[in-house]
């Protein structure tokens, strides 16, 4: 089964690509069935399976999803975007944007408020799935450990104070309607401006979606004896002034130092576990007290955590001079 959640994943990433190029061979069932081995019917299958939606429902609202952007973030005719993502004309594809968002084109593009693009689906989970690798020299055995000063920002998010790791974040999220994994990653893949965003999808923090713990008091007690939130969001600019969907919450995040453990590219079917207990192992050994900083473990602090396979693992964290403590 493990070998179809990949596939699938691969169909995903095949369409946003094919989107972006406007390669319509490449988005097609019949292309991607001849690509896997397998007939139409059996691939439609297997996808409906995984995903829970059909293969023509997927193509369909991610297509609407690419448009959207576009109508939000630029000034094209609505005409021009209707043709160019494939609709035969300005009212068919305004019949689809209200179908699928509630609005038309014109009125998202008056009122760009945050709606769920709806084809958050994320099969093959390097989070979710344990793929531990045996080969250590495909890794390098460095992890980079810097200091960096961050401008102050906006984190919107929603947290879980009792939550212990990405699984079981999402599985207690699901308990609260409006909070499941799909309505909150296609909500945030609506808002615009996000600081990290580098056009990956909800996979991957390239999407400007990320971890965090937040050191709140009523938090799980963590390994280094602090008690942390584990939250789910996006940072967005300090004078960010947009809506904020009402099943999150938004908090202000002054300038500060952290200190960054970062490793580079890897390969998240194989090397994921490796990686992690790298990064782990340079946590716990790293030296606060040689390098001038300690651990920020002030109530409010926010710890990110970034996971993009292609770019980088890497978790930063909140420190401050040792002589602003005496």
Not at 63 to 69: D, I, P
């Amino acid at each position: 089964m493990n070998e179809w959640y990949r596939s699938i994943q691969n169909i995903i990433n095949i369409i946003d690509e094919s989107i972006k190029q406007k390669n319509d061979e490449e988005m097609s069932l019949a292309f991607l069935a001849r690509r896997l081995g397998y007939s139409e019917f059996y691939v439609s299958r297997k996808f409906k399976e995984i995903s829970g939606m059909s293969f023509r429902d997927y193509l369909r609202y991610r297509t609407l999803a690419f448009a959207l952007n576009e109508v939000r973030d630029t000034d094209k005719g609505l005409l021009d975007i209707a043709l160019e993502y494939g609709f035969s004309s300005h009212e068919a594809f305004s019949r689809a944007f209200r179908e699928a968002y509630g609005l038309s084109p014109g009125e998202y593009r008056k009122n760009p408020c945050p709606v769920s693009l709806r084809t958050v689906i994320k099969p093959f989970d390097c989070y979710l799935t344990y793929m531990g690798g045996k080969d250590m020299a495909n890794i390098s055995d460095d992890i980079k450990i810097y200091f960096v000063t961050i401008p102050a920002h906006k984190y919107l998010h929603i947290r879980n104070y009792e939550s212990i790791g990405y699984w079981d974040f999402w599985q207690k999220q699901a308990q609260i309607p409006g909070q499941d994994h799909e309505t909150i990653c296609g909500l945030l893949d609506g808002i615009k401006g996000k600081l990290d965003d580098m056009g990956g999808t909800a996979s991957n923090s390239g999407s400007g979606q990320l971890m965090a713990f937040i050191n709140e008091p009523t938090g799980r007690i963590c390994s280094w004896g602090i008690p942390l939130a584990e939250s789910y969001g996006v940072r967005l600019p300090a004078d960010y002034s947009g809506e904020v969907p009402e099943q999150m919450q938004i908090m202000d995040v002054p300038e500060g130092e952290y200190i960054v453990f970062e490793h580079g590219p890897f390969n998240f079917e194989t090397e994921n576990q490796m990686v992690e207990q790298k990064i782990e192992v340079a946590m716990k050994s790293f030296d606060y007290s040689a390098s001038g900083y300690s651990l920020d473990t002030a109530p409010g602090k926010v710890f990110y955590f970034y996971h993009d396979p292609d770019r980088f693992w890497k978790y930063i964290r909140p420190v401050r001079k040792i002589q602003n403590d005496k």
